[in-house]
């Protein structure tokens, strides 16, 4: 979603802006713009629909300024255009504010402010929410009131989360910074004499390591070496800063063509590093140190509930199948944003486990909220960013140790958030006594294979390309799996979607022949996910089914299974895995022929049109 930028120090502001925009294009956005003002009040705002090179191919002149703010957007009120594009200055053109979020009672706001304009005779200047924000802050400051006064009233007249930055054109020794609710996270950054504003650590990563994540209802005043910050019971405070463990070349994209298919090749570290400490085999123990949910608590529950949305709504499911067959334990997952409106019998004995790899999806967020307001059952998160918002509402949490993840498609997470899910399941079984230690001892010597599964699939990317030239082209495609592939083939049909523009829909190969198998002719593939296991046999049935209908079948299955090649047209081999592993062996070559698929068509792999990387919107 939006991403912002603030700096303000003894540098030019612009340079540096668009510098930290570019390190958050990775967001997703189709618009962006910066502010800068100099020391005589000299305002420049310079902002253009399209990608970032569109805005610094409009800049003739780098403003002079060693204060602004920035911003990517991606539009939910008003189309995406140059007048819509932030930052967005009030009507007197004193206050200039871009934000992230949504101001869900705008046209109210909007409504209330309409007199002091018609009054000045002047008009809006967007279609947007975020005009409102400006406006009254300006409103404010001519009543009187300083600007940190002026941003916690307007604040707190906004429904909705929103994450905000704000400069005033007549004191350009100050930038500000405001976060409300769960609109994505604002970190400030401490350089000499400098200092940073972002949505996210990457744009901050060349500057400094040194940051403060602003909290819910946190209302910040910046100068170039000093920050001060009203917390939501109006006391000041200059916080502590703390010093994250991040090294710029984790968000480089290194020899690679796309990040995307670097984070797929980093697959395996991510995984042996979130699996590191947390699998002991003598004596045998999951997860030891790091889960702060008691054993009493984990004893006591008698089910399990596993959230999430997107690539972790399909993580999500197979966490399911995890917990009923590892823990051995009555398990269900849910699409968060359908789970907040649904009335579900929870109690303090069901266990919900939120998977989302950004820790600020609002769905997911929302979701977590309800199931603590309404029921109080106990609530782990799994997720890649240490100090989210969904980690600060979990119980407890189990933090992926994927790096950062630049590529708008999740995929180093999605492995990820398996092996942490994998691991929880087998601390519950443990605990519940349904593992005993032998078992439990097998199932961790099983995913500690996981990383070298997962090598071994990406070795499969030349393969994986020759089926994207050969299909590349087709309008639609069916992915079908069975069992616990069956997530792995909505998964499949997602990254086609996301990445590849191309129309897939992941089908349990069984429900095909209710109704999906009415499409299939010669012009539209079907991959079937079909490794040894025990619903081989039935999936060769739907194989059958789908070949009788010529529609052509790319399976992925069993290096060297020579029943599955003659049966189909082409075959993608794959690592053989205990049946439970096999979501590690295939989830590389699903990824990588949505990803060979986009190349093929020429596609802008990293940022997809129309997503965003963390989702903060509803
Ligand atoms: C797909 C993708 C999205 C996310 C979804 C949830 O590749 O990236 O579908 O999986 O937006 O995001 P998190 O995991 O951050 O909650």
Not at 244 to 252: G, Q, T
Not at 559 to 582: M, Q, R, S
Request: charged share 25%.
């Amino acid at each position: 979603m939006c991403g912002i930028v603030g700096y303000i120090g003894h540098q030019a502001a612009g340079p540096i802006l668009l510098e930290g925009l570019q390190r958050l294009e990775y967001r997703g956005y189709d618009s962006s713009g910066i502010a800068v003002v100099d020391r005589d009040g000299a305002l420049a705002v310079l902002k253009r629909q399209g990608k970032l090179r569109d805005l610094q191919a409009a800049i003739t002149e780098m403003p002079a300024g060693a204060a602004g703010i920035g911003h990517t957007r991606w539009a939910t009120h008003g189309e995406p255009s140059d007048r819509n594009a932030h930052p967005h200055a009030s009507s007197a053109g004193d206050v200039i504010v871009v934000q992230n979020g949504i101001v869900e009672n705008y046209r109210e706001l909007k409504a209330e402010l309409q007199e002091t304009l018609d009054t000045e005779g002047r008009t809006w200047q967007s279609d947007t929410d975020t005009e409102v924000i400006p406006e009254l802050i300006s409103r404010e400051l001519a009543m009187g009131r300083s600007f940190e006064a002026a941003l916690a009233y307007a604040i707190g007249r906004l429904n909705g989360a929103n994450a905000i930055a704000a400069v005033h054109r007549t004191d350009p020794g100050r930038i500000y910074a405001a976060r409300t609710g769960s609109a994505g996270g604002i970190v400030i950054g401490y350089g000499e004499g400098e200092m940073f504003i972002a949505s996210d650590l990457p744009a901050l990563l060349p500057h400094t390591t040194t940051v403060y994540h602003l909290d819910d209802g946190d209302i910040a005043t910046i100068t170039a070496d000093d920050l001060r910050v009203r917390r939501s019971d109006h006391a000041s405070i200059r916080p502590e800063p703390r010093q994250v463990d991040l090294d710029p070349v984790a968000i480089a994209r290194g020899p690679y063509r796309h990040f995307m298919l670097k984070e797929i090749h980093e697959q395996p570290r991510a995984l042996s590093d979130t699996i590191r400490g947390r699998a002991r085999l003598d004596p045998a123990s999951a997860l030891p140190d790091d889960l702060s949910i008691s054993d009493e608590t984990l004893r006591s529950i008698d089910r399990v509930l596993v959230i999430g949305m997107g690539t972790s709504l399909h993580a999500a499911m197979i966490g399911r199948w995890w917990m009923e067959q590892i823990a051995g334990i009555p398990a269900d997952f849910d699409n968060a944003s359908e789970f907040r409106f649904r009335a579900p019998l929870l109690g303090p004995s069901t266990l919900v486990v939120a998977v989302t790899q950004s820790g600020e999806t609002i769905d997911t967020l929302g979701a977590m909220k309800h199931v603590r307001d309404r029921w109080g059952a106990p609530q782990v998160v799994i997720t890649n960013v240490e100090g989210s918002e969904a980690t600060r509402q979990a119980d407890a949490s189990i933090i992926m140790r994927c790096g950062p993840e630049v590529g708008v498609a999740s995929t180093k997470t999605f492995v990820g958030s398996l092996a942490a899910l994998y691991l929880l399941a087998c601390r519950i079984g443990r605990v519940q006594g349904r593992l005993s230690d032998d078992d439990l001892s097998t199932r961790l010597e099983q995913l500690l294979t996981a990383p070298s599964l997962v090598d071994r699939g990406i070795q499969r990317g030349e393969r994986c390309a020759e089926i994207a030239q050969r299909f590349g082209s087709a309008a639609n495609f069916l992915v079908l799996g069975r069992g616990i592939e069956h997530p792995l083939a909505m998964e499949a049909a997602l990254k086609c979607k996301e990445i590849s523009y191309v129309h897939a829909e992941g089908y349990a190969a069984g429900e095909m022949k209710h109704g999906p198998i009415a499409l299939l002719d010669q012009d539209f593939p079907v991959i079937a996910l079909a490794p040894r296991g025990p619903l081989f046999d039935k999936m060769t049935s739907a194989i059958q089914q789908v070949s009788a209908r010529r529609a052509p079948v790319i399976a992925i299955g069993d290096e060297g299974d020579e029943e599955l090649i003659d049966l189909v047209d082409h075959f993608i081999g794959i690592p053989p895995a205990p049946p439970l592993l096999t979501p590690f062996s295939l989830t590389p070559v699903i990824q990588l022929l949505a990803y060979h698929i986009a190349l093929a068509r020429g596609l802008d792999i990293d940022q997809p049109r129309n997503l965003a990387k963390t989702v903060t919107v509803e």
